[in-house]
């Protein structure tokens, strides 16, 4: 069975670090384009950050670029997002997703998804 679980989200102040993983099960990760996307309550869903499968390219939305890192860890079969800095305006569901498109991630509509992970920064 194809699942992607994501965990590591929590409470912490702002300006504070979280990393947040994707694990993935059912297949290996190695291939496949991998995004975080994340939703606050109200809001639509926006895409934070994604690495491509081929050549591990890694993009960022403007709203993190400087303080997200997205990698991946092929032997753990696993996608890291390193959260510094942060805001509360990243208060949000985060999500992981994969595809073998990297432009199908990008557009928001991978084959598969997580089921997210609560971060909330407050102090």
């Known amino acids: 069975q194809v699942q992607l679980v994501e965990s590591g989200g929590g409470l912490v102040q702002p300006g504070g670090s979280l990393r947040l993983s994707c694990a993935a099960f059912?297949?290996?990760?190695?291939?496949?384009?991998i995004g975080w996307f994340r939703q606050a309550p109200g809001k639509e869903r926006e895409g934070v950050s994604c690495?491509?499968?081929?050549?591990?390219?890694?993009y960022y939305a403007d709203s993190v670029k400087g303080r997200f890192t997205i990698s991946r860890d092929n032997v753990k079969n696993t996608v890291y997002l390193q959260m510094n800095s942060l805001k509360p305006e990243d208060t949000a569901g985060y999500y992981c997703?994969?595809?073998?498109?990297?432009?199908?991630?990008?557009?928001?509509?991978?084959?598969?998804w997580g089921q997210g992970t609560q971060v909330t920064v407050s102090s």
């Open positions: 997703a994969a595809d073998l498109n990297l432009r199908t991630v990008v557009a928001g509509i991978p084959a598969y």
């Open positions: 059912g297949f290996t990760l190695d291939y496949y384009a």
């Open positions: 690495i491509s499968g081929s050549d591990g390219n890694t």
